[in-house]
């Protein structure tokens, strides 16, 4: 036989199986690209944590577990959040004393990767009145900060305030964060009731729109929250709103933090463990809410996740 001949057919043989295995590869790698366009996937960040607050080791998406209430769910994509919206909401009800500590604040508005766009806001009068909005120029942002004006006639509620800004948040598909400066005192509502009326609103908007709350506890200006059973009611609910959408919640007891930056370092080694993990939800008709748990049998990892996230309806 020519081995001209055999070499062209051995070609062309390879040149067909190879267009009619293309078909079947593209396929696998749009199902792969599509998983997360999917119209009821949902996407949550999940913060990795370790013990004694190590380092907690990278991880890929094989190393979680995924649980929608008590049935187990595959996991459809898991991956390094790389791009943040990190905004801060301070009281205007607070005391001005708190601003003295405005310098560590600063430092971590700058220490931002790039990829980080940073906003200022002030709680009042139930609006989320924007200082600066989303923008990549840190030293811009910081400029922001001012001391709080103690008016507790302009206090009203942070939660309608945090609920404003959602609102108005942009539409990104990438993490998202507030970092809340507020006593938890709603003198919309007034009252020391155990449980805010719009903390349920608030954080199942949090929630819908993949938003962690992380919420710094300082006095405000007045007296409404000097007593300790009033005070501590407040400050529970500033845990329930970080903790149920996948925060944390730092105070010094009923008193004035004495220094931020613990706090910061604390918020920064969460924001850079974060990951974007993705699942295909059945919200039914109308859209549901849905508990969610994530495991892992890596030793010694956790992880902050919402205690529920938005199924939206089937389509």
Known sequence: MNKNIYRKGSLLLGA????????????????????????????????????????????????VELYQG???????????????????LIDDSLRSSIANQ???????????PQTTYVAVAYARNGVAMVAQDFTTDHALAAKALRLPLGDIGAGTSPYLSVQDWIKRWPVSGQRSSIIL???????????????????????????????NIWTIYAPDAGRVGRGSFR???????????????GAESYSLGLGAP??????????????????????????????????????????????????????????
């Open 231 to 245: 005070a501590f009611n407040w400050q529970s609910n500033l845990d329930r709103l970080s903790q149920q959408t």
């Open 258 to 315: 004495v220094n931020l930056k613990p706090y910061f370092d604390r918020i920064q080694m969460n924001l850079n463990n974060q990951y974007l993990l993705a699942f295909v939800g059945d919200g039914g008709h109308k859209g549901k809410y849905e508990s969610v748990k994530v495991t892992s049998e890596v030793r010694k990892v956790g992880f902050l996740t919402p205690s529920e996230v938005f199924l939206p309806a089937a389509r």
């Open 181 to 211: 400066f507020s006593s938890g005192i709603d003198y919309f509502r007034g009252g020391p009731a155990t449980l805010d009326p719009d903390l349920d609103t608030t954080i199942a908007r949090a929630q819908k729109q993949n938003i």
């Open 16 to 63: 067909l199986v190879g267009a009619s295995l293309m078909p079947l590869a593209l396929k696998a790698a749009s199902n792969s690209a599509s998983a997360t366009k999917d119209p009821s996937a949902v996407v949550m960040t999940v913060t990795a944590t370790a013990k004694k607050d190590a380092q907690p080791p990278a991880l890929s998406k094989n190393d």
């Open 70 to 88: 008590k049935e187990r769910v595959q996991v459809a994509d898991f991956k390094r959040g790389e791009t943040l919206y990190l905004a801060v």
């Open 102 to 112: 405005w310098s560590d604040l600063r430092a971590f508005l700058m220490a931002q």
